[in-house]
């Protein structure tokens, strides 16, 4: 794999029940940042992965029955601290953005799209028709809102339609990947069960480590070394129960059999911080 840089970004956060993501957990009230892969491409520069919250979500949830969304998950967005607002501090212009690749098409993902309209953008198209199949109750009920999605997304890059390639062998039990770019530098990986169409993204840094950002397929590193789901009632609120657990239990295997491959949920800060990838 052709190697990358990876800066991983907290763009707001969520504050519910750390029970309610894996199993065993405490009901005490726990942040959940949303985090933002920003990737820089030696040939098609700023590459981001997800966008994270933005104030495009306060304004999708302010009505009945989106709202309810938000009270379920309340939200924290400090100013400047939208992934818009977080590149231009870094000197990075929103149409320096040459691509965004959504992991799924939960609200807290994709709030920031708006902001970059010069982005080719790459998601499963799974994940769009589900999107478009629910009413508003069933749509906020999943974590999705429609309004927060561009209509250009129909000209995205699908996931299914990108050229199938072998995985290294330090992503094992994963072994087949999709070719975004056509030079095996960001291969998206399906990681069923969270939701439809939802993936992840394999990478290989500067330094040689292969990484996988693994969306929501776990909430936290502690899920995946542990083998702990979230409680059966959460994952088939928003997806296949049975599948996620699946997905969690090869994502299991793949730590303790290779330990030097890095795992990165999109909310997990403790496991971006220890991978030195976010300050």
Not at 21 to 36: I, M, Q, Y
Not at 254 to 278: E, W, Y
Request: net charge neutral; charged share 20%.
């Amino acid at each position: 794999m052709k190697r990358s840089s990876l800066e991983i970004v907290e763009c707001g956060h969520c504050r519910h029940a750390e029970a309610m993501t894996r199993r065993g957990a405490t009901w005490r009230g726990v942040d959940f940042p949303a985090l933002v892969g920003v990737i820089h491409h030696a040939q098609e520069g700023v590459i981001l992965y997800d966008t994270g919250y933005d104030a495009a979500f306060m304004d999708a949830t302010r009505a009945l029955p989106e709202r309810l969304y938000r009270l379920a998950t309340p939200v924290t967005l400090a100013p400047g601290e939208s992934i818009v607002d977080q590149l231009a501090t870094r000197g990075i212009p929103a149409d320096a953005v040459r691509h965004i690749i959504l992991s799924h098409f939960h609200g807290d993902h994709v709030a920031g799209l708006h902001n970059f309209p010069h982005a080719t953008l790459h998601c499963a198209c799974a994940g769009l028709r589900d999107l478009r199949a629910r009413s508003r109750f069933g749509s906020a009920r999943r974590g999705l809102l429609p309004a927060l999605v561009p209509d250009r997304i129909d000209q995205a890059a699908f996931f299914e339609d990108a050229t199938p390639v072998a995985l290294p062998a330090a992503f094992q039990p994963f072994d087949r990947g999709a070719d975004l770019l056509g030079d095996a530098s960001l291969l998206a990986v399906e990681l069923p069960g969270h939701c439809p169409g939802h993936w992840g993204l394999a990478l290989r840094l500067e330094d040689d480590r292969y990484t996988l950002l693994v969306g929501d397929a776990a909430w936290s590193l502690t899920a995946i070394e542990r083998n702990m789901p979230p409680p059966g009632l959460v994952a088939r609120l928003l997806g296949d129960a049975a599948v996620q657990r699946s997905t969690l239990a090869a994502l299991h295997r793949l730590h303790g059999g290779r330990p030097d491959t890095l795992l990165l949920p999109s909310h997990c800060s403790i496991a971006a911080r220890q991978a030195g990838l976010q300050a």
